[in-house]
């Protein structure tokens, strides 16, 4: 597995005083309600025992937490025993702050943990931690004495894991969890079915797994990938047997996660209905899964026979999950063939229900009936509003924060998850590294910001505000590490905001904990996304030199660089202006925070070549209207290219271009699948009709309206899957030129994208 942060961080780390200033906060995230430091130190060594009380098997539990993760990050392996209280250990111990709370007193020759939950004991242990890996290192270390009171600020501390869209395995899955324990977050929101996949076993009707778990992924480099046992592609997917999901259920428990189960309906239900077509309202019913992505138009029928299905399913799912909430979608369901079936139209008659609208509703109410009745509590995406619903039913509010609103004003818990702050399937850069993902940039600071409490609620109104979850739709997420990596660290800045008090957040502040906080992911071995916290460079031509801009760790710390070669320090020359440099040079930069890296340094040549070059993610989209950052559909195994793209309008600006001395252009382009459910809207996306059966890719100079300079057929491009790299001459005025990029086609498949594009002067490809 890749570690994203260097190696050479923990020596950073070391190399800080060993004794710690009892007058700087503690180095946890998230920040605890209440921190005061006071004088002294508790020297924590391979010798320190760790003290429970006799019989207590929920405060045996949280020590030997605390044992594994220092056994893990600093080497110490510690015994855990029962016993009373002596100088020189860590004790746990039964007292006042209940629930998820606790306190942490650290003195001079103790450190105890004490709550009245075991939940609080268990979040005790991690703040120990936390504590005893504010230094990275291997083993002892001295704690700064202080005394911490500690509690929520919300009861639902959310993340959503879609394995829908594509399959984690129950290691991951478990690490994850881990991993949220760590962050004290408390509930695990598993998205198990969705248009592209069923992954649950549900033992009354295996089709659901035998046919809805699996797809053959879009585009025709996986349809030429032919599996030798079938002898048909190649498909993807998985599912959890109901043992594995046991398993799940029991480990997050034992780690004080609650996991609700997210079951759709009555759309995004194409999975179940290519299994069961006699599930779905529309004829012909699909008849396989599906590799797209969107908003599919199958939706479950409204008969007896489908409620007894979704009843079943339902009992299953509740036998597996104990949690209080089962969360049943709601959302994005299109009622074009609910308006068109005959037989939901009769329903509808026979119910005297007006609309299609009202008929959700009716569904919904209708199965927040058959939880109630088993005890459980429904949850729905906003949507479940529209056409009235319970006041039972809790609403997790996506589509900003009015759904939010209404709810808790008509009475309904509410838990705040709103796009696209909290849709961390956003990528969370604009480097051309940066992994694939909706376009619009949420970065850490995005997600810290954001506060769950809407102003518009009164005092009332506001206890009706259970939390804040933060949602990883895995769409574009093709790998598990990248599902890690797209959560961390905006997880952190999540989870403070879930925890901590409202006037305890302070972004300067939380930006002075993040080094360490990197240093504990580091030091398990966890993943974490250092894209956006690692230096990059726009160069654009200087007379005969370069004017280099450096980017990254934007908000978080300060640029360090050098340019003889050296590697970056603490010290080194601080970024501030755009640095004016002669071609051929190098420049080593680092992103540093209170003399602390961030991430790895980065190596910038600044040559000819370089300082004309734009990567899509460097280039401006026309309209700025459906923009995601795909990833090409070639090759099947290994790395792939990275566009971003604007899928309703595909058109790309190089800004203030400098033509002077330019007399060639070459541009890598790709073509993706148009994999895309977005019905009738395809219509809008227009192209100019090619002068080639293949098309062209137009060069048009001022803006998308302006002169064609350059027109480069796609021809040779038609014969890969993978990046073609097209030349040809430009010609136009010179100085500097915006640059509009568009293709010529007949249709949106292919969808041809760019990749990148190099401006060459004087014929030649100077380096």
Request: glycine share 8%.
């Amino acid at each position: 597995m890749r570690l994203p942060l260097m190696i050479a961080m923990a020596a950073s780390f070391a190399s800080l005083a060993s004794a710690p200033n009892a007058a700087v906060p503690a180095q946890i995230i998230p920040a605890p309600a209440v921190d005061t430091p006071r004088e002294g130190v508790f020297h924590l060594t391979v010798r320190t025992p760790i003290i429970v009380p006799p019989g207590d098997a929920e405060a045996r539990a949280a020590a030997h937490q605390l044992a594994d993760l220092l056994a893990r990050s600093r080497g110490l392996k510690l015994s855990v025993r029962e016993g009373v209280a002596r100088p020189g250990a860590i004790m746990f111990q039964r007292g006042a702050p209940q629930g998820e709370a606790y306190d942490l007193e650290v003195s001079g020759d103790r450190l105890v943990v004490t709550s009245g939950g075991s939940a609080g004991l268990f979040y005790g242990a991690v703040s120990v931690w936390q504590l005893a890996t504010e230094v990275a290192g291997r083993g002892g270390v001295d704690i700064a004495a202080r005394r911490i009171e500690d509690a929520p600020r919300f009861a639902w501390r959310g993340l959503m894991l879609d394995g829908a869209r594509h399959f984690q395995d129950v290691e991951f899955v478990k690490g994850f969890i881990d991993r949220m324990a760590l962050a004290k977050l408390n509930t695990l929101h598993w998205h198990l079915v969705d248009d592209q996949g069923w992954r649950l076993e549900i033992k009354k009707y295996p089709r659901l797994t035998e046919v809805g778990a699996w797809r053959v992924p879009a585009g025709p480099a996986a349809a030429a990938d032919i599996d030798p046992k079938t002898e048909k592609p190649r498909v993807t997917g998985g599912f959890y047997t109901q043992d594995q999901v046991r398993e799940v259920v029991a480990y997050a428990a034992a780690r004080h996660i609650t996991i609700v189960p997210e079951i759709e309906m009555p759309g995004h239900a194409h999975a179940p209905i290519v299994a069961y077509p006699e599930l779905g309202s529309a004829t012909p019913a699909p008849t396989a899964t599906s590799g797209d992505w969107g908003v599919f138009p199958y939706l479950y029928n409204v008969d007896d026979k489908t409620f007894g299905f979704l009843e079943d399913v339902l009992t299953e799912v509740v036998d597996l999950f104990p949690s209080r909430y089962i969360h049943v979608g709601g959302d994005e369901a299109v009622k074009d063939q609910w308006k068109s079936n005959p037989a939901v139209q009769a329903r509808m008659k026979e119910l005297h229900i007006a609309s299609e609208a009202a008929l959700q509703g009716w569904f919904i109410s209708r199965i927040e009936q058959v939880l109630n009745a088993k005890g459980r509590r429904l949850i729905g995406w906003d949507e479940i509003l529209e056409g009235g619903v319970a006041p039972s039913a809790t609403v997790m509010s996506w589509r900003g924060i009015d759904g939010a609103i209404v709810a808790a004003k008509l009475g309904h818990d509410t838990v705040l998850s709103p796009a696209p702050t909290l849709y961390l399937n956003h990528r969370q850069t604009a480097a051309p590294d940066g992994l694939p993902g909706r376009g619009q940039v949420i970065g850490l600071k995005d997600v810290y910001d954001y506060d769950p409490m809407p102003a518009a609620l009164n005092p009332d109104e506001r206890h009706h505000v259970l939390g804040v979850q933060a949602n990883l739709w895995t769409e574009h997420m093709r790998t598990q590490e990248r599902v890690a990596l797209m959560a961390f660290p905006r997880a952190a800045a999540l989870a403070e905001t879930a925890w901590s008090p409202a006037e305890r957040k302070d972004w300067k502040d939380f930006a002075d904990r993040l080094p360490a906080e990197l240093g504990r992911y580091h030091a398990l071995g966890q993943p974490a996304d250092e894209t956006a916290l690692r230096v990059r460079a726009i160069a654009s031509p200087d007379g005969a030199g370069a004017r280099v801009s450096l980017l990254g760790a934007e908000e978080v710390g300060e640029i360090r660089y050098t340019l003889d070669g050296s590697a970056p320090k603490a010290s080194s020359l601080s970024y501030q202006t755009p640095i004016a440099a002669p071609l051929g040079s190098r420049i080593h930069a680092q992103a540093f925070r209170d003399d602390q890296p961030l991430a790895t340094a980065s190596e910038i040549a600044v040559d000819a070549r370089s300082i004309r070059t734009r990567a899509s993610q460097d280039l401006k989209s026309c309209k700025d209207g459906l923009v995601l950052n795909l990833e090409d559909d070639a090759p099947v195994r290994g790395d792939r290219a990275r566009f971003l793209i604007d899928v309703m309008n595909p058109c790309w600006i190089y800004q203030d271009a400098d033509l002077a001395g330019v007399s060639a252009i070459e541009v890598a382009v790709g073509q993706l699948p148009f994999n895309f459910q977005i019905g009738k809207d395809v219509e809008n996306i227009k192209f100019r009709p090619p002068a080639t059966p293949d098309g062209e890719l137009e060069v048009r100079q001022g803006s998308c309206e302006g002169a064609v300079v350059a027109t480069l057929p796609l021809a040779p491009a038609t014969k890969s899957q993978a990046i073609t790299v097209l030349k040809g001459r430009i010609a136009g005025a010179a100085g500097p030129q915006n640059l509009c990029f568009t293709f010529t086609q007949k249709s949106v498949e292919p969808m041809w994208a760019v990749d990148r594009v190099t401006l060459i002067v004087g014929g030649r490809d100077d380096r």
